[in-house]
């Protein structure tokens, strides 16, 4: 049982460190996520101002097959860890009746902030199932730190308790037994 607690106590340390690194990660990405999503907001306010609401509804968006995403998992005590990307392949898109730079930099910012998107989504889902193992690891070691460990040690105060009152049976059994003819 100590075997198990120290085991539990070293795991709880590994994936809190693997938590950090994972919430650097995170932050680093939220950031490119952010800046993505900033110019995203930038340029479809701009190519708003030249299509308006309507024109910018028609314009034509790229095709759904034109997106593919990447995953590379590996495991870490039992805990899947993902590791995601987009890849967006130059596809022929229809030609807008009224094209303009403005919702090409729009087109190209949003398929940005998607590739942008997908990483920070896999770093958000380690970082939750990270924290969720840690939690159930955590209560385990408590368990048998603050439970378990206490009544085995009282158990084996009790068995203590036991074998030397039978030690001290059997001594005065044989003592008495010794004197006898």
Request: glycine letters at 2%; one cysteine or more.
């Amino acid at each position: 049982m100590r075997e198990g607690y120290v085991f539990l106590d070293e795991k709880c340390l590994l994936l809190a460190a693997e938590m950090t690194a994972q919430l650097k990660r995170h932050d680093l990405l939220w950031a490119v996520f952010r800046e993505c999503q900033r110019e995203a907001r930038l340029r479809l306010e701009a190519a708003l101002l030249r299509h308006g609401l309507d024109g910018l509804a028609v314009y034509p968006a790229p095709a759904a097959q034109a997106s593919e995403a990447h995953r590379r998992q590996v495991s870490l005590l039992g805990v899947t860890l993902v590791r995601a990307d987009a890849e967006f392949n130059p596809v022929a898109v229809a030609a807008a009746v009224f094209p303009s730079p403005e919702a090409e930099a729009c087109r190209a910012a949003f398929l940005a902030l998607v590739a942008a998107a997908v990483p920070l989504a896999a770093s958000r889902s380690n970082l939750l199932r990270l924290h969720r193992e840690y939690r159930r690891t955590l209560r385990r070691a408590s368990a048998i730190h603050d439970v378990v460990l206490p009544e085995i040690d009282l158990a084996f105060g009790d068995i203590e308790v036991h074998l030397d009152e039978m030690e001290r049976e059997e001594a005065l059994w044989i003592r008495a037994n010794r004197n006898r003819p």
